[in-house]
């Protein structure tokens, strides 16, 4: 048995999600003709009260479209230092939207408001002039932490008292809203996930969500926002080769994993606790209990473990030399769990 801890995004389809794309009804989504996509764009806006959504086939092209449609060349958007468009889009924004990316330090992927306030300068000839803010929740580099919504608020506020648009990359905003409402007495029914999700996402101007994580999808994410900027954003994504034909296919999918995959995220959190608490009862030096879907782990040479792992089954993901990242998703079951407390017992006795 392999159990693959690199990341929520590995996961394949289910049979069901197969059966679900098979059937979907398509048409040229570049002419606007594909029902079973303009219905998805519809429902994803809906579920997070926004006018509009965009779908994109990766969480880096809506984050990027966001970028462009939110800024100009030469003006500054600020980022906690862990963030997605920082790491790992390839340095897309200084080339797409001609921007210069401001990180400040958060405290496991969250800023505090007090340092943002005194981030953002004053007009000045000098100064990039601060355009965009971001956050990521959960963060992944963070810990998969989940940045409560009352927190986003107070972030948003003062971004926009400083004349700021605000963009959430949601990538994992699922994972969030399970979270959030697991914490509530009112427990993490379908019900709940919907209103934590409204929440969550309330005080941006734009918003990206991916189905390829947490949820499960084979591809996809969704820009969602105001209609006339998703507007906008439509143009964007066709300049980058991002209009995409019969994508009912893809949109199937991610209906299914809405449907199908959103209740099971409350147990992947569930198994990332039991995960940590195995690896902290087993002497394993842990970061702080996961939040959501993310263990970290800190080790001497991460990538010798890693490889020692992964002789055992068990595959996880070296982030530098030092930190370890393990992920739950819905192809890791208690067995699964117990495989991979069983191959870091060993490598500890090794
Ligand atoms: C927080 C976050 N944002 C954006 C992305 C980008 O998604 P994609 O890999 O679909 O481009 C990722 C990918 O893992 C992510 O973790």
């Known amino acids: ?66 970028i462009r449609c939110l800024t100009e060349p030469g003006d500054e958007v600020i980022l906690e230092a862990d963030a997605h468009p920082f790491h790992y889009e390839a340095g897309a924004a200084a080339v797409i939207s001609g921007v210069t990316l401001r990180l400040l330090q958060g405290a496991r992927g969250v800023l505090d408001p007090e340092l943002l306030r005194q981030a953002v300068r004053p007009p000045n000839v000098h100064h990039a002039p601060a355009r965009l803010f971001c956050v990521e929740n959960t963060a992944n580099r963070g810990g998969g932490t989940v940045i409560p919504a009352a927190h986003s608020a107070r972030l948003c506020a003062v971004a926009k008292e400083a004349g700021l648009s605000c963009h959430l990359d949601g990538a994992r905003i699922w994972n969030a809203a399970a979270a959030t409402a697991a914490q509530s007495p009112a427990g993490a029914g379908a019900t709940r996930i919907q209103e934590e999700l409204s929440a969550h996402v309330a005080p941006f101007d734009t918003v990206n969500v991916c189905f390829s994580k947490g949820l499960g999808a084979p591809v996809g994410s969704m820009l969602v926002g105001p209609a006339s900027m998703m507007a906008r954003a439509r143009r964007f994504r066709k300049m980058l080769g991002g209009g995409m034909r019969q994508v009912g296919i893809l949109a199937a999918a991610c209906d299914y994993a809405l449907d ?68 739950t998703h819905h192809e890791v079951d208690d067995a699964g769990v117990a495989a991979a407390l069983e191959a870091f017992g060993a490598e500890r006795a090794a």
């Open 260 to 327: 199908h995959h959103l209740p099971l995220i409350g147990a992947d959190h569930q198994r990332a606790h039991a995960l940590w608490i195995g690896l902290r009862d087993a002497g394993w030096n842990v970061e702080d209990a996961p939040e959501s879907n993310m263990v970290y782990v800190r080790s001497p040479d991460a990538p010798t473990l890693t490889a020692r792992l992964e002789s055992r089954g068990v595959r996880c993901l070296a982030l530098g030399h030092d930190r370890i990242r393990l992920v």
């Open 1 to 66: 048995m392999i159990v693959d801890l690199r990341s929520d995004t590995v996961t394949r389809p289910t049979p069901g999600m197969r059966a679900a794309i098979a059937a979907a009804a398509v048409g040229d989504d570049v002419f606007g003709e594909d029902a079973t996509m303009n219905a998805l764009e519809a429902r994803v806006a809906a579920m997070l009260g926004k006018e509009a959504g965009l779908f994109t086939p990766t969480g880096t092209m809506a984050n990027q479209i966001a």
